[in-house]
């Protein structure tokens, strides 16, 4: 029997389960190496290359090379994990999480200041927000 | 006999941790949020305590993708603050209480719920978060620390009803040993937060006042909401609430509230923060 995965309704949001745990193990792995100086200074001075040396799909590598954060979470990634890849280019969660939502920067900071994001129309798909 | 004296909870953001070490604590933006951490500081600088129980979620730093644990208990003497990607927190080591963490491991276990033993970790912003924000910047942490890691970032975390009876569990297991000690229990993490995906920078105020009000009084009832409701609600990353349940399970069922902070924003997320005595 199916796993129920009440979550999937849920708009604009992915959730780390067991297949995108699975999914996304070398990508989250290869992001876990980059908790090292020393390998963030390998990978920023040479990414493909650092990429190269990780069993990870060509999509993921690209979405990493693009920084298409949406993607690398569509691939199996998980921010927790992603965060690496931000910190080591020296950006902030604020700045990674605006860089998923299509707002600018300033309107997503904005937002935030104004209360953030209402959960109202923002609880189903489908849902008119 | 060691005793449970009082539980705290506190959302811990790590843009709280930078705005700390980089001396913004009175920029215009943090102002407000660390305004509402005053009382907490001076009301621990009296209590004392001799040791923290700090329950709070491992963000991929010391728990990658090779292991897993959903409860695990941290029994070694000392932790470092872990290097997150931007190098660590100029904050201090972690003193541990091996004897009590050992002492709480073989109780809690005996009580069915099965906890994983790490003498090996680096703990990063999820605990040493909560401690700048009561505790500041001391040159070395005023009392020891027991980490207590649950996962909440690799679905399923664990249940709240399953978090509130842990913290039974950890109190039977405290208020067994026998060295005179005044503990607290920590629960950290949330509150309505989401990091990712196109609905990133939800906040829901409503639900986190009523989860303030209801992990207070209606602890019983809190616990039985479902893991949905936390990701619909709060957002997915708001799902590191359940933590504050076993903070809640440790205390008293009736418990007097001290002390009630709310804030937005703090980078993405709702800050929360309770101090609750046992009465």
């Known amino acids: 029997m199916a796993l129920d995965k009440p979550y999937e309704d849920v708009p604009g949001t992915t959730i780390f389960d067991a297949e995108r745990a699975r999914q996304g193990y070398h990508l989250n792995q290869f992001c876990m190496s980059l908790m090292k100086?020393?390998?963030?200074?390998?990978?920023?001075?040479?990414?493909?290359?650092?990429?190269?040396?990780?069993?990870?799909?060509?999509?993921?590598?690209q979405a990493v090379l693009d920084r298409d954060y949406n993607r690398m979470i569509a691939l199996g990634g998980n921010v927790y994990f992603l965060s690496k890849i931000f910190s080591s280019d020296g950006i902030s969660f604020e700045q990674a999480a605006s860089s998923m939502t299509g707002q600018t920067r300033d309107e997503y900071r904005q937002m935030m200041l104004n209360g953030g994001r209402s959960p109202d129309g923002n609880r189903y798909v489908g849902e008119e927000g | 006999m060691a005793r449970i004296t009082a539980g705290v909870a506190t959302s811990h953001v790590p843009a709280i941790g930078a705005a700390i070490d980089?001396?913004?604590?009175?920029?215009?933006?943090?102002?407000?949020?660390?305004?509402?951490?005053?009382?907490?500081?001076?009301?621990?600088?009296?209590?004392?305590?001799?040791?923290?129980?700090?329950?709070?979620?491992?963000?991929?730093?010391?728990f990658g993708m090779d292991l897993i644990p959903t409860f695990a208990i941290g029994c070694a003497e000392e932790f470092a603050p872990s290097d997150e990607g931007w190098g660590p927190r100029p904050v201090p080591r972690v003193q541990g209480h091996p004897e009590l963490a050992w002492h709480i491991m073989q109780s809690v276990i005996q009580d069915d719920f099965d906890l994983t033993v790490v003498n090996?970790?680096?703990?990063?912003?999820?605990?040493?978060?909560?401690?700048?924000?009561?505790?500041?910047?001391?040159?070395?942490?005023?009392?020891?620390?027991?980490?207590?890691?649950?996962?909440?970032?690799?679905?399923?975390?664990?249940?709240?009803?399953?978090?509130?009876?842990?913290?039974?569990?950890?109190?039977?297991?405290?208020?067994?040993?026998?060295?005179?000690?005044?503990?607290?229990?920590?629960?950290?993490?949330?509150?309505?937060?989401?990091?990712?995906?196109?609905?990133?920078?939800?906040?829901?105020?409503?639900?986190?006042?009523?989860?303030?009000?209801?992990?207070?009084?209606?602890?019983?009832?809190?616990?039985?909401?479902?893991?949905?409701?936390?990701?619909?609600?709060?957002?997915?990353?708001?799902?590191?609430?359940?933590?504050?349940?076993?903070?809640?399970?440790?205390?008293?069922?009736?418990?007097?509230?001290?002390?009630?902070?709310?804030?937005?924003?703090?980078?993405?997320?709702?800050?929360?923060?309770?101090?609750?005595?046992?009465?």
Request: proline share 6%; hydrophobic share 40%; net charge negative.
């Open chain 1, 37 to 61: 100086a020393e390998n963030r200074e390998r990978f920023l001075s040479g990414e493909r290359a650092y990429l190269d040396e990780w069993r990870m799909t060509e999509d993921q590598k």
């Open chain 2, 22 to 62: 980089l001396g913004k604590t009175q920029d215009d933006y943090w102002a407000p949020l660390f305004k509402g951490y005053e009382f907490g500081k001076n009301w621990i600088e009296k209590e004392k305590p001799d040791v923290i129980l700090l329950v709070y979620n491992d963000h991929a730093s010391a």
């Open chain 2, 120 to 279: 090996e970790m680096t703990v990063d912003h999820g605990l040493t978060v909560p401690l700048s924000l009561m505790f500041g910047q001391p040159e070395a942490w005023p009392c020891k620390v027991i980490p207590f890691a649950v996962n909440v970032v690799v679905y399923p975390p664990p249940s709240g009803q399953r978090c509130y009876n842990l913290g039974k569990a950890l109190r039977r297991a405290i208020e067994s040993f026998d060295d005179d000690l005044n503990v607290q229990v920590w629960g950290t993490g949330g509150m309505s937060h989401q990091l990712q995906g196109p609905r990133a920078g939800l906040i829901n105020s409503e639900f986190d006042q009523d989860f303030l009000e209801r992990i207070v009084n209606d602890p019983e009832g809190l616990a039985k909401l479902p893991h949905i409701d936390y990701v619909r609600e709060a957002g997915s990353e708001g799902i590191e609430l359940v933590m504050w349940m076993i903070m809640r399970g440790a205390l008293n069922e009736n418990v007097k509230e001290l002390y009630r902070f709310y804030h937005v924003p703090a980078s993405n997320t709702a800050v929360g923060h309770l101090i609750l005595e046992n009465s």
